[in-house]
């Protein structure tokens, strides 16, 4: 049964960073092309990044200089490392395998 777990969202103040994470038991992130996204209330769910199991990375042109996506094959799990980050990147967010599994999300709201 795979299940993906996120964490390391939380409050943080315009301009701060935070780092995601996303454990991921009974696959392997270093098997599929994983990816983050992301979602708010009343809206769609958007792409954030994504990583091949080749390593190659593209993202979302709000997402391009200010996000990084990693994975570390040892620990079966992949990150999202956020910078410079603005209101408009409040949402919850969620990390997938591309194979219709997702995790439940964690939120991040950026606010002073």
């Known amino acids: 049964q795979v299940q993906l777990m996120e964490s390391g969202g939380e409050l943080v103040q315009p301009g701060g960073s935070l780092r995601l994470s996303c454990v991921a038991s009974?696959?392997?992130?270093?098997?599929?092309?994983m990816g983050w996204y992301r979602q708010v209330p009343g809206k769609q769910r958007e792409f954030v990044a994504a990583?091949?199991?080749?390593?190659?990375?593209r993202y979302e042109d709000f997402a391009q200089g200010r996000f990084a996506i990693s994975r570390d094959d040892d620990k079966n799990s992949i990150y999202l490392e956020m910078n410079n980050l603005k209101s408009e990147d409040t949402a919850l967010y969620y990390c997938?395998?591309?194979?219709?599994?997702w995790g439940r999300g964690t939120q991040v709201t950026v606010s002073s």
């Open positions: 990583i091949s199991t080749l390593q190659y990375k």
């Open positions: 997938t395998d591309h194979a219709n599994h």
């Open positions: 009974g696959m392997s992130v270093g098997a599929n092309n």
